[in-house]
């Protein structure tokens, strides 16, 4: 009985061998398939613009003059979009770019720009077809039927370098962590202030609006451009920096000064300084959760 009990320990101690063996294999080679490769981990980095705008009433005679990314005093996004190489623009629209005191700024131009409003969402039970065709139909006003006021997007995008990762690599092509001076912003910038935290900026800018408009109408404006760098990790990765104004303006003629923020440093890097965005699995215990070398 003692022999067997023997048996039987050293073959659970031998099982508990292999399968601590296996796990550190394992471990191994996740953390290898989890750390980028020098000359094998490629970093792709993308500019995109992005502009989104809502209007309760009908507006006529429009132009709109409003902030493009810019460096070296141009903007490659500006001259995408004047010579309809962007995405969602309207046929009956005309974007060009005009300087301001010296600054590239897109010039959209409309005879008309006319509220949408859509229908709610169709409910579907899972696993069942809708009963017949579904048509959707569109108005120019509010009503029961169509409550839903949507935006019109465009915009355009930009390719940047690409890199492979090396081991003196931080952010990728893209300087993500300190884009004002080396990369496109926004434009023009004024009052320029940092927050404590050294990554997020606040600013004012101006814009410009001239139409035809109903008393009370009123504009929503989205402009959103930015920069990231992209690689592939066991899963897709990123960094990235956001440039971005969000304002409600009334249909009057004239400039307005409106704000903005930059916000730098988001996402993830393969040197371990902190990142404002979300956290991020660390592959090294005692390392910054951002740090993945």
Same mark, same amino acid.
């Given at each position: ?135 959707? #139909? ?54 320029? #202030? ?100």
């Amino acid at each position: 009985m003692k022999r067997r009990t023997k048996i039987i320990a050293y073959a659970l101690g031998a099982l508990a061998v292999i399968v601590l063996v296996l796990l550190l294999a394992g471990a191994a080679l996740f953390y290898q398939a989890a750390t980028p490769q020098e000359g094998k981990t490629e970093i792709a980095g993308t500019y995109r613009y992005d502009v989104s705008l809502t209007t309760d009433a009908v507006l006529r005679n429009v132009t709109l003059i409003i902030p493009l990314p810019v460096h070296n005093d141009t903007s490659a996004i500006g001259e995408i979009l004047s010579e309809s190489g962007g995405y969602g623009v309207p046929d009956d629209w005309n974007l060009s770019v005009r300087r301001q005191n010296g600054t590239p700024m897109l010039v959209v131009a409309a005879a008309n720009i006319t509220p949408i409003y859509a229908p709610l969402p169709i409910a579907v039970t899972a696993g069942e077809e809708p009963a017949g065709a579904v048509k959707v #139909t569109y108005s120019s006003a509010y009503s029961d039927a169509t409550p839903i006021l949507l935006p019109y997007s465009f915009g355009a995008a930009v390719e940047a370098d690409s890199t492979y990762y090396t081991a003196d690599l931080d952010a990728g092509p893209i300087d993500t962590k300190h884009p004002l001076d080396t990369e496109p912003v926004l434009a023009p910038k004024g009052n320029l #202030t940092p927050a404590a935290d050294g990554r997020r900026y606040a600013y004012d800018t101006p814009l410009y609006l001239s139409c035809d408009a109903p008393a009370g109408a009123n504009l929503t404006l989205s402009i959103r451009f930015s920069g990231s760098n992209e690689w592939w990790l066991l899963g897709w990765s990123s960094n990235a920096y956001t440039d971005q104004i969000l304002t409600e303006i009334q249909a009057k003629d004239g400039w307005r000064s409106v704000g903005g923020t930059l916000s730098t440093g988001e996402g993830r890097y393969f040197q371990g300084e902190p990142s404002s965005s979300p956290r991020f699995f660390s592959l090294q215990s005692g390392k910054d959760q951002n740090d993945i070398r």
